[in-house]
């Protein structure tokens, strides 16, 4: 069983910054530790989108809507997955959501859900005017 707890949201105004924390747990993270891990949000009424993927290679894919003002990293032993987030703008307010595919990804995980099993509970970042 893995388990991924997200920390970090809030709530700041446009042009601040937050960094989001995701922690993998468990009894079996150990055997997820090489698979493709990333950040989804989903706003109300929308569907849930991909921000950013990563692969165990260290290679990253971004949505074009978060280039230049997000950045994924890792701990040295994937269990702690961060994002870095600058220069936030109010349509950035959603619950963001951490997850790991169901495979091993040495390249970056394509930007969709699909691929992803194991999910957490989200946090909530709100950005204000």
């Known amino acids: 069983q893995v388990q991924l707890v997200e920390s970090g949201g809030g709530s700041v105004q446009a042009g601040g910054a937050l960094r989001l924390s995701c922690q993998v747990g468990?009894?079996?993270?150990?055997?997820?530790?090489?698979?493709?891990m990333g950040w989804f949000r989903q706003a109300p009424g929308k569907e849930r989108e991909a921000v950013v993927t990563i692969g165990n290679g260290g290679m990253t894919t971004y949505a074009d809507s978060v280039k230049g003002r997000f950045t994924i990293s890792q701990d040295s032993a994937r269990y702690t997955l961060y994002l870095q987030m600058n220069n936030l703008e109010p349509e950035d307010t959603a619950m963001y959501y951490c997850?790991?595919?169901?495979?091993?990804?040495?390249?970056?995980?394509?930007?969709?859900?699909?691929?992803?099993?194991?999910w957490g509970r989200g946090t909530q970042v709100t950005v204000s005017t």
């Open positions: 997850a790991v595919t169901r495979n091993v990804y040495y390249a970056s995980p394509p930007l969709s859900p699909a691929p992803f099993i194991y």
């Open positions: 468990g009894p079996s993270r150990s055997s997820v530790n090489q698979h493709g």
